[in-house]
C-alpha cells in the first residue's frame, strides 16, 4: 500500500462539522459524505491504490469552487481535485482527512469562436466533448489521449496528457491559451485569456501539469484547429527491434513528421492481433503504425515517400490503408492495445516513461531480460517519434507478490530511463506512483526548488497532498515566507 | 563578469547573493533596449558560456549553452534541413542593436515570429534547462527528450521571465525540418476587418498556413516584395513538402476568391517577405516613435489599430492572424495610456517594446497583475531569488 502523509487527527474528528459547512456552501445533494457514495471516490485509473476520502464536494460554477476552497483554506483541510478519475498515476488518490473537490458537474461549453478558433469550456467537460462540439463545422481539439471519451479537460490541464498525436499537434500545453483558476484561499483568477502568449511570467505553462498541486482548474480557453481533409495509416514490421528503430530515424530525418508513429513489440503484437484480429503480422519482432494526412494526393506522395524509406530496411511485410476503413482496421488493434492485454492478464501496470529515441533498441532489450528475471510478462507500445514508451507489465492482484514484483520491475524500468537520458513519465503524471522515484531524476536542490514554487501557490501544503514530491517536511518552505 | 563554465555561473551569483548585490544579467545585450532597464551594481553576461552541446536531428532535439548565437544555431539546423519552430525574430534594426542575440535571450524573452499562430511560441519548444537561481544554485528542468510531465515545468516559467529567477545556463530545443518549399498568397487592397476576416478563413483551412498577416498601404510600402502590388496586403503562407504547396496554394486561391484575385508569391519572395514580417521590419515607425506589440484574440486586432489611428495617428501591421498588433506613435505617457486602454478593453495583453529610457521607467512596461497573482508572484520570485539580485525591475517596477 501507498504511504501518505497522516491524516489530520484534527480534521478527522470533526467530519461531521466539515460536512456541514460543505452544506452550507452547496446544495446538499452534492455534498457526499456517506460511506456508501464515497466509495467510487477512494480510487482512480490506478486501481491498485484505493482510500476513501472524509467527503466529497461537487461544485457548479466558479463561485462554489471558490466557497469551498476558502472553506477548506480557513479550516485547514486538505483538499483532492478531480476530473473523471482516469489517472493512470494515481493523481486523484484522496487521503482520509482530505475534500474531494470533483469537477464533474461543471461540464458546460461557454464559447466557441471559429473565427478565432477557440473555445471557452469548463473544467468537467470531457476531452472527446469539445472536438464533438466543434465537429460538425471542420475543427477539433488536437490532443487526444487513449481516455479521450472520458477524462475530463481540466484533468488535462492538470497533467498536461498528450495522445498519439502529439507529435503533429503538441501536448495540451500547446493548445491552451488560457485559464480561470481558483487559489488555494479561494480568489478566482484569469489567466491568459482568447489571446496569445500574455506578458508577464507563464503562469499558465507553469499551472499545465502541475498536477492539482498549484490551484485549481475550473474554465479553459483551448485552441481548435480545423480538420485536415483526411489520413490515411500504413504499417510495416521488421524482424528486428532495432531495424525498425533506425527506420523510425530515417523517416524523420528525410524530413517528413507524420501525425502517429507508433511502435510495438512482438508480444503487444501478438495480445492485440488475438483481441483484434487486425491482420497483424505474428512473426514479426517489431511493428509501425504510421499515420499521414493531407488530400488523398498529398497522403499518396508522403506515403510513397515512407514507402520508399521502409523499403531500404528490408520490411518482412508492408500494408498501405486505402480507405478510411482499411486505416481503422490497422489502428484497431493498436487502440485496443491495453484492453488486449488485459485480457491475457489477470492485471497489468501501464507504465510511462520518456527516452531518447535513439536509445530505443537498447532499453527493450534491457526490459526484455528484466521481464525474464522477475518472470513477469511485458508487453510494449511506443509513442516512437517522441520517445514515450509504454511497456505494460503482467501481473496478478490477488498475488501480493506478482503485485509487489511488477511495482519493482515498473520502477526498475523508469530507472533505465532516466538512466538512458529520459524521464520517469512522458504523459501520465509523477501523482503517487512515481513520487519516490523522483529522486532518481532530480537531486535535492532541484526537489526544494519545485517545492518552494509549490509553497508560493499553497503555503500549507494543502493541495493534492501525498503527490509529486517524495514525503518530506517542506523545509524549503521556511526560506519562502523568511524572504517575504 | 563574464563566466565561461556554469560553475564560475554559479560563484559569480553566489557572491553577488552574500552581499545583495543587483546584477544586471544579459546575453549579448541585442534587447537590453526593450523592457525595463536595470540599476545595478554587478553586470553578468552568459556570452562566454556558449556553443552546441547535442545535436541529434533524427531525435528533434538540440542543446547549446545561454550563450550560444542565433545564428550559429540557425547554421547547424539549416545544414540538416531543419529550424527553430517558433521562428525567432531579430529586432536588432528595431532596437538599433549591433551584436548577435543568443539563445538565452530568445529563450528569455519568449520571443515567437510568424510561425507562431499555427507552431507555438519559443516556450512550446523549450524542453529543457539547465540554469543557476539567485542563491547560486544549479537547477534542471525537463531535459532531453521530447514528453515529459515530470515535476513542475519550470522549462515554461522560465521562459520568459527575462533573467529574473534564475540565469540559464544551457537550453534544450525541440526542432522540425525545415519546409521544401514556401509559398504566399497576397490579396491587394483590403481594409483590417476584411483582412483579418480572410485571414481566419484561411487559419481556418484543412490547409497548414503558417502564417497570417495583414499590412496596411503604409506597412506594405515598407517590402519591396510586395509594395509593387499597391495598397495594402493581406498575406497567407503555405510551407510543406514542393507538390503540397502547389496543390494548397491553388485550393485556398480558388476558396478565398471572395476576398480577391491572390498573387502567388515565390519560395525566395515567401522566405525574404516573411522574414520582414519576422523583424517587424513593415512598421512605418520614426527614429523617435515608441513601439509597442498587443495581443489580442485576431478579430479584435483591427479595432485596436483603429482606435490608435484615431487617438494618435498610429502607425500598425498585423500578424498572428490579426491578433498580434504592432504600433508605432509619440513616445508619450499620453499615447501608452491609449494603448494600455484599448488593450483592456479587448481583453488582451501589451508591451511596451521600444521608447526611451525615461518612458520605460516612468510607465508599466507590461500589464500589472491582478493583486492575488501578484501577491503569488512575489513568492515565486523569492523562491527563485529570496535576495531579489536578478534584473531587478526588468518586468515591472519593485519586482
Known amino acids: 500500500m501507498i504511504v501518505q502523509h ?85 493523481g486523484a488518490l484522496p487521503m482520509a482527512d482530505s475534500v474531494v473537490l470533483g469537477l464533474m458537474k461543471m461540464n458546460r461549453i461557454l464559447e466557441i469562436d471559429y473565427a478565432d478558433r477557440l473555445a471557452v469550456v469548463q473544467a468537467g467537460v470531457t476531452n472527446i466533448g469539445i472536438t464533438n462540439a466543434v465537429s460538425a463545422e471542420g475543427f477539433f481539439y488536437a490532443p487526444d489521449p487513449s481516455s479521450q471519451l472520458a477524462c475530463m479537460i481540466g484533468g488535462n490541464v492538470m497533467m498536461n496528457s498528450g495522445g498519439a498525436h502529439c507529435l503533429r499537434y503538441g501536448v495540451t500545453a500547446n493548445n491552451l491559451l488560457g485559464l480561470k483558476i481558483v487559489t488555494v484561499d479561494g480568489q478566482i483568477i484569469e489567466i491568459g485569456g482568447a489571446h496569445c502568449d500574455a506578458a508577464g511570467l507563464d503562469w499558465l505553462g507553469l499551472i499545465t501539469g502541475s498536477e492539482g498541486q498549484l490551484a485549481i ?57 488475438a483481441f483484434a484480429h487486425a491482420g497483424y503480422p505474428m512473426d514479426a519482432e517489431a511493428m509501425l503504425i504510421i499515420e499521414v494526412e493531407g488530400s488523398t494526393a498529398e497522403q499518396d506522395e508522403l506515403l510513397g515517400r515512407i514507402r520508399a524509406i521502409c523499403d531500404r530496411f528490408n520490411p518482412i511485410s508492408m500494408k498501405v490503408s486505402n480507405s478510411v476503413e482499411e486505416s481503422m482496421a490497422i489502428w484497431k488493434g493498436r487502440k485496443g492495445a491495453f484492453g488486449a492485454v488485459g485480457r491475457i492478464s489477470p492485471d497489468y501496470l501501464c507504465m510511462d516513461g520518456t527516452i531518447p529515441t535513439s536509445q530505443l533498441p537498447h532499453v527493450l532489450r534491457r526490459i526484455g531480460e528484466m521481464s525474464a528475471e522477475c518472470g513477469l510478462g511485458v508487453a510494449n507500445v511506443f509513442h516512437a ?55 532518481v531524476q532530480f537531486n535535492e536542490t532541484e526537489l526544494d526548488q519545485q517545492r518552494r514554487v509549490k509553497s508560493a501557490f499553497d503555503p500549507d501544503w494543502l493541495l493534492n497532498p501525498s503527490k509529486v514530491f517524495p514525503l518530506k517536511l517542506p523545509a524549503a518552505r521556511s526560506l519562502t515566507l523568511a524572504a517575504e | 563578469m563574464s563566466p565561461v563554465t556554469e560553475t564560475a555561473l554559479q560563484e559569480a551569483i553566489l ?44 531525435e528533434l532535439i538540440l542543446s547549446a549553452r545561454a550563450g550560444t548565437p542565433i545564428v550559429e544555431i540557425e547554421a547547424a539546423l539549416a545544414s540538416n534541413n531543419q529550424h527553430i519552430i517558433a521562428e525567432p525574430p531579430d529586432f536588432s534594426r528595431l532596437l538599433g542593436a549591433t551584436t548577435p542575440q543568443t539563445i538565452g535571450g530568445v529563450v528569455a524573452t519568449n520571443l515567437s515570429g510568424p510561425r507562431r499562430v499555427a507552431w507555438g511560441a519559443m516556450r512550446d519548444h523549450v524542453m529543457g534547462v539547465r540554469a543557476v537561481n539567485g542563491m547560486g544554485e544549479a537547477i534542471r528542468s525537463g531535459g532531453r527528450v521530447l514528453k515529459n510531465v515530470t515535476g ?3 522549462c515554461k516559467l522560465l521562459t520568459g521571465s527575462h533573467g529574473t529567477l ?65 495598397g495594402s496586403v493581406t498575406l497567407v503562407r503555405i510551407e510543406d513538402f514542393a507538390p503540397s504547396v502547389a496543390y494548397r496554394a491553388d485550393r485556398l486561391r480558388a476558396d478565398m476568391a471572395p476576398f480577391g484575385a491572390a498573387e502567388i508569391l515565390d519560395d525566395g519572395a515567401s522566405r525574404a517577405l516573411w522574414s520582414a514580417v519576422r523583424d517587424a521590419a513593415p ?61 483592456r478593453a479587448e481583453f488582451g495583453t501589451w508591451t511596451l517594446f521600444r521608447a526611451p529610457e525615461a518612458l520605460r521607467l516612468a510607465c508599466a512596461v507590461i500589464p500589472p497583475e491582478p493583486a492575488p497573482l501578484a501577491a503569488i508572484a512575489a513568492r515565486v520570485k523569492a523562491a527563485f531569488d529570496p535576495k531579489c539580485i536578478l534584473n531587478p525591475g526588468r518586468m515591472r517596477a519593485g519586482q
Open chain 2, 152 to 154: 513542475l515545468d519550470l
Open chain 1, 217 to 273: 482548474v475550473t474554465e479553459v480557453t483551448v485552441r481548435i484547429l480545423r480538420s485536415p481533409e483526411g489520413q490515411r495509416a500504413m504499417l510495416a514490421a521488421f524482424d528486428a527491434i532495432d531495424v525498425a528503430g533506425a527506420c523510425v530515424d530515417a523517416i524523420i530525418g528525410s524530413g517528413i513528421i507524420p501525425v502517429a508513429l507508433e511502435f510495438m513489440d512482438k508480444p503487444c503484437i501478438h495480445a492485440c492481433e
Open chain 2, 15 to 58: 557572491a553577488a547573493h552574500d552581499t545583495a548585490e543587483p546584477i544586471w544579467v544579459y546575453g549579448q545585450g541585442s534587447k537590453a533596449a526593450t523592457m525595463r532597464p536595470v540599476q545595478a551594481a554587478r553586470s553578468l553576461t552568459t556570452a562566454q558560456l556558449s556553443g552546441i552541446t547535442l545535436y541529434s536531428p533524427s
Open chain 2, 283 to 343: 512598421l512605418p515607425a520614426a527614429p523617435q516613435d515608441a513601439i509597442w506589440r498587443v495581443s489580442v484574440r485576431p478579430s479584435a486586432g483591427p479595432r485596436v489599430a483603429r482606435a490608435l489611428q484615431l487617438e494618435f495617428g498610429a502607425q500598425y501591421f498585423l500578424d498572428w492572424g490579426g491578433g498580434l498588433v504592432w504600433i508605432a506613435g509619440p513616445a508619450t505617457a499620453a499615447a501608452h495610456e491609449a494603448v494600455c486602454e484599448i488593450a
Open chain 1, 6 to 90: 497522516e491524516p489530520k487527527q484534527e480534521v478527522l474528528a470533526r467530519s461531521a462539522a466539515i460536512l456541514d459547512g460543505l452544506r452550507a456552501i452547496l446544495p446538499a445533494s452534492n455534498v457526499i459524505g456517506d460511506a456508501l457514495r464515497l466509495k467510487p471516490y477512494e480510487t482512480d485509473g490506478l486501481a491498485a491504490y484505493r482510500q476513501p476520502p472524509l467527503a466529497v464536494a461537487l461544485p457548479t460554477t466558479t463561485e462554489e469552487v471558490a466557497a469551498v476552497m476558502a472553506y477548506c483554506h480557513r479550516e485547514g483541510i486538505r483538499v483532492v481535485p478531480r476530473g473523471a478519475g482516469t489517472s493512470l498515476s494515481g
Open chain 2, 166 to 230: 534564475a540565469v540559464m545556463s544551457e537550453i534544450t530545443i525541440k526542432v522540425l525540418p525545415a519546409p521544401e518549399r514556401r509559398a504566399t498568397l497576397a490579396f491587394a487592397g483590403l481594409d483590417a476587418a476584411h483582412a483579418v476576416a480572410a485571414l481566419s478563413a484561411a487559419l481556418g483551412s484543412p490547409y497548414g498556413v503558417s502564417g497570417a498577416a495583414y499590412l496596411p498601404a503604409d506597412a506594405a510600402s515598407m517590402v519591396p516584395m510586395v509594395s509593387w502590388l499597391g
Open chain 1, 385 to 439: 517519434g517522441d520517445g514515450n514508451l509504454h511497456p505494460l507489465i503482467m501481473f496478478d492482484a490477488n498475488d501480493p507478490e506478482s503485485f509487489h514484483k511488477a511495482e519493482t520491475f515498473g520502477a526498475d524500468i523508469l530507472k533505465l530511463c532516466v538512466e538512458v537520458g529520459g524521464c520517469l513519465t512522458g504523459e501520465h503524471g509523477v501523482g503517487v506512483e512515481k513520487r519516490d522515484l523522483m529522486t
